[in-house]
Structures are given as C-alpha cells and as structure tokens.
C-alpha cells in the first residue's frame, strides 16, 4: 500500500545520504551518544537501559553513529521486549552490547539479517513501523567507520547485537 512504499522509499534515501556523510567523522564520545540515545528510545516508550558504559572515543559522523545505534537499540526494545545496553573499551576497540529477552531469530535466517528489506516475520510490518532497512543502514555506517556488526542469538534467550569500533585518543 502507499504508506508502506512511503516508509521504503524513506529509508531507502536515507540509506543514500549515509554513503555521503562520511566527510562529517570528528572523534565522538561513545559514551555520552550511547547514554543520549538510549534516554531518547526510553522516553519515547521503547524500553531501553544503559546497565554498564565505560568511556570511549570513536571517529564518526555523530548523526550517522547515533542512527545506526538508535536502529539496533529500537528493533531490541521493539521486538525483544526491551534493550539492555552496555559500552565496553577493550584494547583499542570500544565495544556497544545490545541484548533483549525477545524470541531470537531462528538460526537459518541469522544469515539474512542485514539484507535490505528483511523480516523474520513478515506479518510484523502491519504492527511494527519501518521497512525492514534498519539493520542494513546500521551495518553499512559501523563497516565505513572501520567497526563490525554482529549479531547472535543468545543461549539463555533473546539476542545479543555487538557492535565493534576502533577506539581513538581524545
């Protein structure tokens, strides 16, 4: 229907303009963008808290940071009944744990996560807002900024997203 190809076509030029955006990298502090946006999910009625945050800098457009872990820490709150969010510096990477105690992801579909348009359940798009494009845009911004991406099913329940940056002095 058109509302839905409005939200694709939305997120589709959003993910555009992220390949250009790269040139706005300034170090950014890790900990103080990872406890605004968790705050932000949090007063807007999705379920988010910071249990852990070490401090940590980055090199990153600090827009195009905070949307990719607003993506991550939302579909936890949205589909896993709640974000539990941590920020870890270890060596020279800074580490952003998102877990939640939702159903998971089934392990043959776990390959498919970050294709464009995913869903583990497509019915989900008829009660859950967005056009299946957050994991994608999340993941091409932490691969341009030299991080990774991954995500697992955890073995008590729920998933675990990791998000792995290189960590820079202040």
Same mark, same amino acid.
């Given at each position: 229907? @058109?509302? !839905?190809?409005?939200?694709?076509?939305?997120?589709?030029?959003?993910?555009?303009?992220?390949?250009?955006?790269?040139? +706005?990298?300034?170090? /950014?502090?890790?900990?103080?963008?990872?406890?605004?946006?968790? !705050?932000? @999910? +949090?007063?807007?009625a999705?379920p $988010?808290?910071?249990?852990?945050?070490?401090? $940590?800098? /980055? =090199?990153?457009?600090?827009?195009?940071? =905070?949307?990719a872990?607003?993506?991550?820490?939302?579909?936890?709150?949205?589909?896993?009944? *709640? $974000?539990?969010v $941590?920020?870890?510096?270890? +060596?020279?990477?800074?580490?952003? /744990?998102?877990?939640?105690?939702?159903? *998971?992801?089934? !392990?043959?579909?776990?390959?498919?996560?970050?294709?464009?348009?995913?869903?583990?359940?497509?019915?989900? &798009?008829?009660?859950?807002?967005g056009?299946? @494009? &957050?994991?994608?845009?999340?993941?091409?911004?932490?691969?341009?900024? *030299?991080?990774?991406?991954?995500?697992?099913?955890?073995?008590?329940? &729920?998933?675990?997203?990791?998000?792995? @940056?290189?960590?820079?002095?202040?």
């Open positions: 229907d @058109l509302d !839905e190809l409005d939200k694709i076509a939305d997120s589709a030029i959003r993910l555009v303009r992220e390949e250009g955006s790269i040139n +706005d990298a300034t170090t /950014v502090d890790l900990k103080a963008l990872t406890e605004a946006t968790v !705050e932000e @999910l +949090d007063a807007a999705l $988010a808290t910071l249990d852990a945050a070490e401090p $940590a800098w /980055v =090199k990153a457009s600090p827009l195009s940071l =905070k949307r872990l607003r993506n991550l820490i939302s579909n936890a709150a949205t589909h896993g009944g *709640g $974000a539990h $941590a920020l870890q510096a270890r +060596d020279a990477r800074a580490l952003v /744990v998102i877990e939640d105690n939702g159903p *998971g992801i089934p !392990e043959d579909l776990l390959p498919h996560v970050f294709e464009p348009f995913f869903r583990v359940d497509p019915g989900r &798009g008829k009660t859950a807002n056009a299946g @494009l &957050g994991l994608a845009i999340a993941k091409e911004i932490v691969e341009r900024l *030299g991080g990774s991406l991954i995500i697992e099913n955890r073995r008590e329940g &729920g998933l675990r997203q990791i998000v792995s @940056l290189p960590q820079v002095t202040r």
